[in-house]
């Protein structure tokens, strides 16, 4: 059984820095496609960052402020966040794909596994 248990959030101010972390059990994180999405209040689910051996991406919109990165020996994906803004302000998600035959995606129905979410919240 996979499980995905995210930690790191926090009420940050605007311009600060948070590192979010995603513990999987059941999964080897080096061989599945992993990936960071939020929810903000009102808004639909939007994909953040991804990572597959070594291919990452990042959407434009946190495109040189936040950085996807993964520890092997811990099986932990990380989701380093800096120069936060208030619209960033949301539930963050860990998501892991369910094969390692399938490549990186940036459509949260591509996931099959989900964390629970830890909240990040950007004050003004």
């Known amino acids: 059984q996979v499980q995905l248990v995210e930690s790191g959030g926090g009420l940050v101010q605007a311009g600060g820095s948070l590192k979010l972390s995603c513990a999987a059990s059941?999964?080897?994180?080096?061989?599945?496609?992993m990936g960071w999405f939020r929810r903000a209040p009102g808004k639909e689910r939007e994909f953040v960052a991804a990572?597959?051996?070594?291919?990452?991406t990042h959407a434009d919109n946190v495109k040189g402020r936040f950085i996807i990165s993964r520890d092997n020996g811990k099986n932990t994906v990380y989701l380093q966040m800096s120069s936060l803004k208030p619209e960033d302000t949301a539930v963050y998600y860990c998501?892991?794909?369910?094969?390692?035959?399938?490549?990186?995606?940036?459509?949260?129905?591509?996931?099959?596994?989900w964390g629970r979410g830890t909240q990040v919240t950007v004050s003004s």
């Open positions: 998501a892991s794909r369910s094969s390692m035959l399938y490549s990186i995606s940036t459509y949260a129905y591509d996931y099959d596994d």
């Open positions: 059941g999964r080897t994180v080096s061989g599945y496609a």
């Open positions: 990572i597959r051996w070594s291919i990452i």
